[in-house]
């Protein structure tokens, strides 16, 4: 199995938090890109993190300030930490890794999380409401 699992999702009220975790299999490792993207019913996937091989974040204006990525290389395993939760936060939540696409010069980019690049999980459900 290459493709990666997603845990953590679930219900929370506006204002709390969730920490999402992507586990990469030992085929995949999270030593290159990794991203995070979301997709709400009725709405296209939305791009809304990476995680470069250095480490180097960005995010998009959306979740900006609220959501950090950040990596357990040991445990090949990336996290997105969500605080202060919106209703619109809403959505099944998705994380790409892309182990070698540096080495034919894709860039690690938010613009990039394409679901015909890398490796993607089968998401994890986040509902935020009151």
């Known amino acids: 199995e290459v493709h990666p699992v997603e845990s953590g999702g679930g219900s929370v009220q506006p204002g709390g938090s969730l920490r999402l975790s992507c586990v990469a299999s030992e085929h995949t490792p999270i030593t290159g890109c990794v991203g995070w993207s979301r997709q709400a019913p009725g709405k296209e996937r939305e791009g809304i993190g990476v995680?470069?091989?250095?480490?180097?974040?960005t995010y998009a204006d959306s979740v900006k300030g609220r959501f950090t990525i950040s990596k357990d290389t040991a445990k090949n395993t990336v996290f997105l930490q969500m605080n202060d939760l919106e209703p619109d936060d809403t959505a099944m939540y998705y994380c790409m890794i892309d182990p070698w696409g540096a080495i034919s010069g894709r860039r690690c980019a938010i613009q990039g999380l394409n679901v015909n690049v890398g490796y993607w999980g089968q998401g994890t459900q986040v509902t935020v409401s009151a």
């Open positions: 995680i470069d091989a250095d480490d180097r974040t």
